[in-house]
């Protein structure tokens, strides 16, 4: 088994919650990021249910940016926004990914992030 995502566009590390008055909530950019890796992850896995074994993720960053510079983004928040658009939709629950591989690349023609899953 073997799934392959792609989500053009400029890959969006997750921000920080805000906060107002006693009121959390996610910037829009996250929420909007999310909402575009759901909507990818619904047309590729079709009729297909979540998975539910036990996973291994390749993730692939294609940015603007160098993969050195500060904008470029943590690769723990770009996950947060990634997987968190994923849940429920291909697997039911991120706690399923056991093994997880990330790169981060130029590309300054064609932004995206690809994400490989199989099962560990």
Do not use: W
Request: charged letters at 30%.
């Amino acid at each position: 088994m073997r799934i392959k995502i792609v989500i053009e566009g400029e890959p969006i590390p997750a921000a920080r919650p805000r906060f107002s008055g006693r009121r959390c909530y996610q910037p829009a950019r996250n929420v909007e990021y999310q909402r575009e890796v759901s909507s990818t992850a619904r047309l590729e896995m079709g009729e297909r249910a979540p998975l539910t074994a036990a996973l291994s993720a390749v993730i692939k960053l294609y940015r603007k940016y160098r993969p050195t510079a500060r904008n470029y983004g943590d690769v723990d928040n770009h996950l947060k926004n990634l997987f968190d658009g994923l849940n429920g939709i291909v697997f039911e629950d991120d706690a399923q990914i056991v093994r997880c591989v990330v790169e981060k690349h130029m590309d300054k023609e064609n932004p995206r992030a690809e994400i490989i899953l199989t099962e560990a």
